[in-house]
């Protein structure tokens, strides 16, 4: 473990508010050089909004902003941040979709102009790639917007750790993995720890406590704004870790869910494109199913197939119910912007809520209120813009939009991205009733304690069904001996 040094950044009481909501408190916060910092907290507890002061993407209310010691309160900004080592991955990723990979590279680079800035633009983020990634086949020509999620997160991380004519001090890695499978989230945390080793300093914040637990030299945890617990890493356990975010987690036993196979006719029947011997996901009333595998190896598109088979005729495809689908990719396929929480929540349910063809606006308010406080979504008035929630708040939104409308089928694509730990059991609890109940979910997760919740896992490998584990038979290390070996 990497021995503490004088403080690189001091965040000194700082203090931000939006509107009537107090996102940070008089916040303290010291990182070092030579150090992994954990940030943890619940969904609003001010963990992004602190890194964004810290990245200079926003200006703070009140407190100082100290970096290698030199006050920059009132100067500081992206620029600043840059100029010191700055850089921060975000959890809403910032990559400018119409551009190059080689492009976006070049954005954080001015150094690289002039001719042949291309080339040597697309050598220094493919350089970067092949350290943290390796056998990444990204290409430096790629447009970003065609990229996979998990791909943009890859650019993005790589983009931040790359060096051209400044060094790189400090990377804050906001939620890094939720978009990535378990390969190559190892490959990243691995090389954070690579980074710490040699005098770099990493902020890494995530809902996934193990990462933290593993990877953190020292751990800040957040609670409404405030710092409410700061030690060593080695200090905490898992539990206290959970007591200390103030959350109350329910423990579930390995058989939280019973395997069970249903007989008659299934409401859901698809045959992956090129699948050999006719093997296909099954899907019967009440089942919650799994979808595993490393990550861009054909779930997503599975369950986009079967999505778009609740609406009309798709080869291969066989639906016997109206489905909502939760996307894990919310700002491309998931959230409307610059709509209301609200009208994001309710848009699936509108045509129960028209009186002479027009919306109820007190149905509508009434019923986007009852899901707020069903899910948790930490808001004030339901009528606030969307985009003024956190990104875990948003894809709570999402959820409910889809529990909340009529559809007897639930396709989820990995949608617990930047989800607390708290939210987390509720929505767990939540899908089994649901299923008790006769509502049949698909759920592509890269999380191996999410599978635990199916009742049986379909493993996809190069865009093909490996193997389909009943719950009983389910382990970590036969989800990922058939995710690279294929099974007969």
């Known amino acids: 473990m990497s021995q503490p040094s004088a403080s690189l950044v001091h965040l000194d009481r700082v203090a931000k508010s939006f509107g009537a909501v107090r996102a940070l408190a008089s916040v303290d916060l010291q990182i070092a050089a030579g150090r992994c910092l954990g940030l943890v907290g619940h969904n609003g507890a001010g963990k992004s909004t ?8 926003l200006a703070t209310d009140s407190g100082r902003i100290l970096v290698d010691g030199l006050d920059l309160t009132g100067s500081y900004g992206v620029a600043g941040a840059n100029a010191h080592g700055i850089r921060c991955v975000f959890q809403e990723l910032s990559l400018c979709p119409n551009l190059s990979v080689a492009e976006n590279a070049r954005i954080m680079h001015p150094s690289l102009r002039g001719f042949g800035w291309r080339r040597r633009a697309a050598r220094l983020i493919l350089d970067r790639l092949d350290a943290i990634f390796p056998g990444h086949g990204i290409a430096a020509d790629a447009t970003v917007g065609d990229l996979s999620i998990a791909r ?14 400044r060094p790189v001090k400090l990377v804050i890695l906001d939620e890094p993995t939720s978009s990535l499978d378990a390969v190559l989230a190892g490959q990243l945390l691995a090389h954070v720890r690579a980074f710490v080793a040699e005098g770099g300093a990493v902020v890494l914040i995530s809902h996934l406590l193990g990462e933290i637990l593993s990877t953190a030299d020292r751990i800040v945890v957040m609670r409404d704004g405030k710092v409410v617990a700061e030690r060593e890493a080695f200090t905490f356990s898992r539990a206290t870790l959970v007591e200390s975010m103030g959350s109350v987690v329910r423990e579930t036993s390995s058989g939280a ?59 291969g495809v066989s639906v016997s119910a109206p489905a909502a689908i939760v996307a894990g990719d919310r700002q491309t396929d998931g959230v409307f912007p610059l709509w209301s929480i609200a009208e994001n929540m309710t848009i699936a349910s509108l045509a129960g809520m028209t009186r002479h063809f027009l919306i109820e606006p007190a149905q509508e308010k009434a019923m986007a209120e009852a899901w707020r406080k069903r899910m948790g979504i930490r808001t004030d008035d339901v009528a606030n813009p969307l985009l003024s929630l956190s990104g875990g708040n948003q894809q709570k939104v999402l959820f409910a939009r889809a529990l909340s409308s009529a559809a007897e089928i639930i396709l989820m694509d990995d949608p617990m991205r930047g989800v607390d730990i708290g939210t987390k059991q509720d929505v767990y609890a939540m899908l089994r009733a649901e299923a008790d109940k006769g509502r049949t979910f698909l759920w592509y997760t890269t999380e191996m304690d999410e599978l635990k919740h199916c009742d049986h896992v379909y493993v996809f490998r190069d865009g093909r069904i490996v193997v389909d584990l009943p719950r009983s038979q389910l382990t970590e290390e036969k989800v990922l001996q058939s995710s690279f070996e294929a099974a007969a």
């Open 257 to 315: 869910a019973a395997s069970k196979r249903l007989g008659g006719t299934p409401l859901v029947a698809a045959i992956p494109v090129g699948q050999d011997g006719g093997r296909g996901l099954i899907a019967h009333r009440g089942e919650i199913v799994g979808l595993a595998g490393l990550g861009g190896h054909g779930q997503t598109e599975m369950l986009l197939r079967i999505f778009e088979g609740a609406g009309r005729r798709v080869a």
């Open 152 to 165: 943009r997160q890859m650019v993005e991380i790589a983009r931040a750790f790359s060096v051209s004519d």
């Open 50 to 57: 602190l890194m964004h002061i810290l990245a200079g993407t």
